[in-house]
């Protein structure tokens, strides 16, 4: 069974651009969520979805944007980017959002701002 | 609000040895907790987890406690091998939502 996989693995942006990164969770896997990775916060989560509604959502500012579609693939947008956004952004699928719910994290994408 | 914090930050043991990782959190009414791995620059992989009504989970030569009590986890890695070096996560989540809430890691160098 394929695991979660992200797209693109690396990206270099400048201030003030925008972006999208893609998630596709573990095929059957409904609930996908997005963290953040920085050395000097650790992992911090931004956003739940599950099936197309977003369910939890972290304390970021609102140029952290998200959806999910209909076949449970998630995209994550981060506007007008500043040089504190760069980050490894980890995304995890779990089966369900109301049960047990063990995460599985994909390989992330390291996004670096200019 | 839930806090997550996990000694050592580094841990460097030799060949063999036996280690305990130590994971503790501060709101005891947590719905599963989570142990991770990541090794540089990549994901998390999920090496357990225990429900809140469990005490234990082995994988091999992993074995994870849980004492919700106390607010603290243990991760025991038997017969270390360089293959375990990398950074362990342990994560709570408090409800039946996804949202994990992490500590900052140990970073655990095992040398031959």
């Known amino acids: 069974k394929a695991g979660v996989t992200q797209t693109p693995r690396y990206l270099i942006k400048t201030r003030g651009q925008q972006v999208t990164l893609s998630c596709s969770p573990i095929s059957g896997h409904r609930s996908v969520s997005w963290y953040q990775q920085t050395p000097g916060q650790g992992l911090q989560f931004l956003f739940e979805y599950f099936s197309e509604t977003q369910r939890n959502k972290g304390n970021f500012p609102g140029r952290f944007s998200g959806r999910q579609f209909s076949n449970s693939r998630s995209e994550m947008n981060v506007s007008t980017l500043e040089l504190g956004d760069s980050a490894l952004y980890l995304c995890?699928?779990?089966?369900?959002?109301?049960?047990?719910?063990?995460?599985?994290f994909g390989p992330g994408t390291r996004l670096t701002v200019l | 609000k839930q806090e997550v914090t996990q000694i050592p930050a580094a841990l460097s043991v030799p060949e063999g040895e036996n280690l305990v990782l130590n994971c503790s959190f501060t709101?005891?009414?947590?719905?599963?907790l989570q142990w991770f791995r990541q090794d540089p620059g990549k994901g998390l992989t999920s090496l357990l987890l225990i429900q809140s009504s469990q005490r234990e989970q082995t994988s091999g030569r992993l074995n994870a406690s849980l004492d919700k009590s106390s607010g603290r986890s243990t991760l025991y890695i038997a017969a270390s091998q360089p293959g375990d070096s990398a950074t362990y996560l342990c994560a709570v989540r408090k409800t039946s939502g996804s949202r994990l809430t992490f500590g900052e890691g140990t970073q655990l160098t095992v040398n031959p």
């Open positions: 709101d005891s009414a947590i719905y599963n």
């Open positions: 995890a699928s779990s089966l369900w959002a109301s049960e047990v719910g063990e995460q599985f």
